[in-house]
């Protein structure tokens, strides 16, 4: 199970860099200071997010193991 997660939080934060993590650095390097705000809004987000979805699956799978563990 824990290969799972570290998998999942390995493909999930490369995918947070290509995307949204490659848009800011290239806005920076354009010097595009309100595509740059705007964009470290949404990499704020996505990572909020994901610590969000870990969170929930973590809570389901602790979840998962107390009722088998009852059962």
Same mark, same amino acid.
């Given at each position: 199970?824990q290969? @799972?997660?570290?998998?999942?939080?390995?493909?999930?934060?490369? *995918?947070?860099?290509l *995307?949204?993590?490659?848009?800011?650095?290239?806005?920076?390097?354009?010097? @595009?200071?309100?595509?740059?705000?705007?964009?470290v809004?949404?990499?704020?987000?996505v990572?909020?997010?994901?610590?969000?979805?870990?969170?929930?699956?973590?809570?389901?799978?602790? *979840?998962?193991?107390f009722?088998?563990?009852?059962?």
């Amino acid at each position: 199970m824990q290969l @799972d997660i570290e998998s999942w939080a390995l493909t999930r934060a490369h *995918n947070i860099v290509l *995307n949204e993590g490659l848009s800011l650095a290239k806005a920076a390097q354009d010097l @595009d200071r309100k595509r740059s705000r705007s964009l470290v809004y949404e990499l704020r987000k996505v990572i909020a997010a994901a610590i969000l979805e870990a969170h929930a699956a973590s809570a389901k799978s602790e *979840n998962t193991h107390f009722m088998a563990r009852e059962g």
